[in-house]
């Protein structure tokens, strides 16, 4: 019978067609859908972040492995679909204007979808109207942004101002992410929720989308943080 760590083993190598083969050997063995996305795509991604921030990997290895993540996704989305609950929580993730780099917003996209939330992938390049038109469509909770260089972090200000502006403050919260993004600029642009990695992304959001207490406002909620 499969060991799930298999799929977490095979995505960190990027052997895409292997990763796929064991997925549906999974399910053919009917474990459960949220079983293979935490213990075998999340925690490889995991293994595979961990790696890339301490310059153990680089892009094109992440690159690789990326692509194996999205055929595993690929074929795991119509149970994901099936399994996602609109009543934990909406989030509305994209990269900032100008910025094109997906990785991590990609990493931070299925993570959460492995915490149950429902998300709404808007690509990359994404402007502020974007996010808002998104976000009021779909009843967001979150709004999520990345930035992978320092010239885009100002559009993470824009988007704030923006929602400001659309008088949604009191309904959104505004997390950022991104290498060059840090705690302090985002207490700066008066972002709510800064998730130094896709792990703690996740966890901050669908924390905040389950507390029974959590209310959109104006001001930065005080959330646990995992250390990067």
Request: with cysteine.
């Amino acid at each position: 019978m499969l060991e799930l760590h298999e799929i977490a083993r095979s995505l960190q190598s990027g052997k895409a067609q292997e990763t796929v083969d064991l997925i549906t050997q999974a399910l053919a063995e009917n474990y459960a859908i949220e079983d293979i996305l935490k213990q075998g795509l999340i925690a490889g991604m995991a293994a595979v972040e961990r790696r890339y921030r301490k310059n153990e990997i680089f892009i094109p290895e992440v690159l690789i492995t990326v692509r194996a993540l999205n055929m595993g996704i690929r074929l795991l989305k119509p149970f994901l679909d099936a399994c996602e609950t609109p009543q934990k929580g909406t989030v509305v993730i994209g990269t900032v204007k100008g910025d094109i780099q997906e990785i991590e917003k990609n990493l931070i996209a299925v993570m959460m979808r492995g915490m149950g939330l429902r998300v709404i992938d808007l690509g990359a390049a994404v402007t502020s109207e974007r996010f808002i038109e998104a976000a009021e469509r779909e009843n967001a909770r979150i709004i999520a942004c990345t930035a992978a260089l320092t010239t885009t972090m100002p559009h993470m200000k824009t988007l704030v101002q923006a929602v400001i502006a659309a008088k949604l403050r009191d309904q959104v919260k505004i997390m950022i992410s991104g290498a060059p993004v840090t705690e302090r600029y985002c207490e700066a642009i008066g972002a709510d929720i800064y998730a130094p990695d896709a792990i703690s992304a996740a966890e901050m959001a669908e924390a905040y989308c389950s507390s029974a207490e959590s209310r959109p406002g104006g001001s930065r909620d005080t959330l646990e943080k995992r250390e990067p």
